[in-house]
C-alpha cells in the first residue's frame, strides 16, 4: 500500500503562482508512475499532468500546457506540481495519484492509489 498525501494549495489571486506537493509514505520502494488531476465543482475529475518514474517524460492537458511543470525526487518520495498565470478556471481540487509501473497514463482509472486532495481557489 502506498499513502499519498498533498499540500501547497490555497487562495491565490489570478496571475499568481502556486506549488503543489504530493508525499507518498508505505511501500514506496516499487516503481510508480504519478500523474496530477483536478475536480471542480459539479465537474468530472480531469487530468492535468503525468510524469513516468523517471521524470524523465512528462505530457499535459492542453488547458495547462506552458503553465504547468511536474517534477519529482525520488529520493524524497515526493512529486511536484508548479503552478504558474493562474486563472479563476484552475479553481479546484487537485490530487495526485500513483500507478505501479514505469509509465504514467492520462486515464484516471488505471491509477492504484489517490490522495485526498488540495483545493486551489484562484480569485478574478
Known amino acids: 500500500q502506498v499513502q499519498l498525501a498533498e499540500s501547497g494549495g490555497g487562495l491565490v489571486q489570478a496571475g499568481g503562482s502556486l506549488r503543489l506537493s504530493c508525499a507518498a509514505s508505505g511501500r514506496t520502494d516499487s516503481t510508480y508512475a504519478m500523474g496530477w488531476f483536478r475536480q471542480a465543482p459539479g465537474q468530472e475529475r480531469e487530468f492535468v499532468g503525468r510524469?513516468?518514474?523517471?521524470?524523465?517524460?512528462?505530457r499535459y492537458a492542453d488547458s495547462v500546457k506552458g503553465r504547468f511543470t511536474i517534477s519529482r525526487d525520488n529520493a524524497k518520495n515526493t512529486i511536484y506540481l508548479q503552478i504558474d498565470s493562474l486563472k479563476p478556471e484552475d479553481t479546484a481540487i487537485y490530487y495526485c495519484?500513483?500507478?505501479?509501473?514505469?509509465?504514467?497514463?492520462?486515464?484516471?482509472?488505471?491509477?492504484?492509489?489517490w490522495g485526498q486532495g488540495t483545493q486551489v481557489t484562484v480569485s478574478s
Open positions: 495519484a500513483a500507478r505501479r509501473a514505469f509509465v504514467a497514463t492520462n486515464d484516471r482509472t488505471l491509477y492504484d492509489y
Open positions: 510524469i513516468n518514474w523517471s521524470g524523465g517524460s512528462t
